[in-house]
Nanobody, 116 residues
Framework: VELVESGGGWVQPGGSLRLSCAASRSAFVFNLMGWYRQAPGKQRELVASVPNGGPTNYADSVKGRFTISRDNAKNTVSLQMNSLKPEDTAVYYC???????????WGRGAQVTVSS
């Protein structure tokens, strides 16, 4: 399974970016899809996740600003990021899992830089 991210880049504080992740196989098999991020010198952290038919989950730091969405028909998961802050600067990784975490998959990452 391959996950390929797109949509990263540079944006000024207060701006918006949209990340997309395309899976190489049907997304119906993934019980969970989501986004993690890793800033320099910090551990990778969960940003948002969406199960296959269930409520979304967000890190407290992004609630109200980020929106995750999943389209199983297109094998994609996206992250709309609004009101971006410098502390959102990180490499964002697409994540998917099967069988409740028995198998996990990661994308290569997309750089998001928020600065003036």
């Amino acid at each position: 399974v391959e996950l390929v991210e797109s949509g990263g880049g540079w944006v000024q504080p207060g701006g918006s970016l949209r990340l997309s992740c395309a899976a190489s196989r049907s997304a119906f098999v993934f019980n969970l899809m989501g986004w993690y991020r890793q800033a320099p010198g910090k551990q990778r952290e969960l940003v948002a996740s969406v199960p296959n038919g269930g409520p979304t989950n967000y890190a407290d730091s992004v609630k109200g600003r980020f929106t995750i969405s999943r389209d199983n028909a297109k094998n994609t998961v996206s992250l709309q990021m609004n009101s971006l802050k410098p502390e959102d600067t990180a490499v964002y990784y697409c994540h998917a899992e099967r069988f409740n975490g028995r198998y996990t998959y990661w994308g290569r990452g997309a750089q998001v830089t928020v600065s003036s």
